[in-house]
């Protein structure tokens, strides 16, 4: 079975510096799929990006990057330029590339402070 | 287009009582997902239906039934409350375009109390 381990429960980061948060993961499988999703106290669950693993290119959308090491089974998520808006609950995600098999797993989630 | 839309947005129930959580998608996708998120946990999933007619069971699907009764609709319905089943509880729906399982979308939410 696959899992999904982010070892940071809290983080925090300075208005405009830059952090990064890890995940692992373990699966023996080839094709997957990993995400970042962002949960806001409103608790709507957002994409922040997608990463296929047959990319080998990582995946970058404006401010949001990630480093994904697929040897290594790591996928670690780069805010630059951190803003009071990106404070929230940053969970990394699984998927399977078995088309059958297309709910997600989720790690238990890295709770991000923006101090101003 | 509202995406995926769950009522109630709030429950209080107690212990014994039945319920039903709906969820609706106007993105025309073909799979459905219910997840439940507790404290300090990440979503897990409770069951799933890949296309209408079929449901699946989850990590977690003990005291929960679905239906899938249409391709818009997935409802989870709670037959006898538990305490441990307080929760937020997530819809969530993707869509499957040959081999390739799109961006899964979420609801907001249903936040439910069982005293």
């Known amino acids: 079975a696959q899992t999904v381990t982010q070892s940071q429960p809290e983080m925090s980061v300075q208005e405009a510096e830059t952090v990064t948060l890890s995940c692992t993961y373990d699966?023996?499988?080839?094709?997957?799929?990993l995400f970042w999703y962002k949960q806001p106290p409103s608790r709507q669950m957002i994409l922040v990006i997608r990463?296929?693993?047959?990319?080998?290119q990582n995946a970058t959308e404006n401010r949001f990057s990630v480093n994904f090491q697929k040897a290594a089974k790591s996928f670690s998520l780069k805010i630059s330029d951190s803003q009071l808006g990106d404070a929230a609950m940053y969970f990394c995600?699984?998927?399977?590339?078995?088309?059958?098999?297309?709910?997600?797993?989720f790690g238990k989630g890295t709770k991000l402070s923006v101090k101003p | 287009n509202a995406g995926v839309t769950q009522t109630p947005k709030f429950q209080v129930l107690k212990t014994g009582q039945s319920m039903t959580l709906q969820c609706a998608q106007d993105?025309?996708?073909?799979?459905m997902y219910w997840y439940r998120q507790d404290p300090g946990m990440g979503l897990r999933l409770i069951y799933y239906?890949?296309?209408?007619?079929?449901?699946d069971k989850g990590e977690v699907p003990n005291g929960y039934n679905v239906s899938r009764l249409n391709k818009r609709e997935f409802s989870l319905r709670l037959e006898s409350a538990a305490p441990s089943q307080t929760s937020v509880y997530f819809c969530?729906?993707?869509?499957?375009?040959?081999?390739?399982?799109?961006?899964?979308?979420f609801g907001p939410g249903t936040r439910l109390l069982v005293l």
């Open positions: 995600a699984y998927r399977s590339g078995d088309r059958s098999q297309g709910n997600l797993i």
């Open positions: 699966t023996s499988e080839s094709d997957y799929y």
């Open positions: 990463q296929e693993a047959y990319k080998q």
């Open positions: 993105m025309n996708h073909n799979s």
């Open positions: 239906s890949a296309s209408e007619g079929t449901t």
């Open positions: 969530a729906s993707n869509r499957q375009v040959g081999w390739t399982q799109e961006t899964q979308y």
